[in-house]
C-alpha cells in the first residue's frame, strides 16, 4: 500500500512561486493516478490538480489553471506541484493524493503541507 510524504510547504509572498513535492513510498507508484487538494481555514476540501499514471495527462481547477503545474517523475515515485504567481487566496494544507486502477476516487492520503501567501 503506498504512503505519501508531502514537503514544500511555506510562507511566501503574493505573486511569488513554491514548488511542492509528494513522494511515495511502496511498490507500484505507476498504478497510480495522482492529485492534489487543497483545504483553507473554515472550507471544504477541494480540488487542485491531478495527473494520469502516465504523466503524459493532467487537469486542473479553473482558480489555479495557467498558474500551477503538476507534473510526475515515476522512478522517484514523486509527483510536483509548482505554483506560481500565487495569491493569498492560494493559502491553504495541501494534500497529495493517490488512487489506484480500477478506482474512481482517491483513497490514499498523504498528512498535508501548509501554503501561507501574505498580500
Known amino acids: 500500500q503506498v504512503r505519501l510524504v508531502e514537503s514544500g510547504g511555506g510562507l511566501v509572498q503574493a505573486g511569488g512561486s513554491l514548488r511542492l513535492s509528494c513522494t511515495a513510498s511502496g511498490n507500484y507508484f505507476i498504478n497510480y493516478a495522482m492529485g492534489w487538494f487543497r483545504q483553507a481555514p473554515g472550507k471544504e476540501r477541494e480540488f487542485v490538480a491531478a495527473i494520469d499514471n502516465s504523466g503524459r495527462n493532467t487537469r486542473y481547477a479553473d482558480s489555479v489553471k495557467g498558474r500551477f503545474t503538476m507534473s510526475r517523475i515515476n522512478t522517484r515515485n514523486t509527483v510536483y506541484l509548482q505554483m506560481n504567481s500565487l495569491k493569498p487566496e492560494d493559502t491553504a494544507v495541501y494534500y497529495c493524493?493517490?488512487?489506484?486502477?480500477?478506482?474512481?476516487?482517491?483513497?490514499?492520503w498523504g498528512q498535508g503541507t501548509q501554503v501561507t501567501v501574505s498580500s
Open positions: 493524493a493517490a488512487k489506484p486502477n480500477g478506482n474512481d476516487r482517491f483513497d490514499r
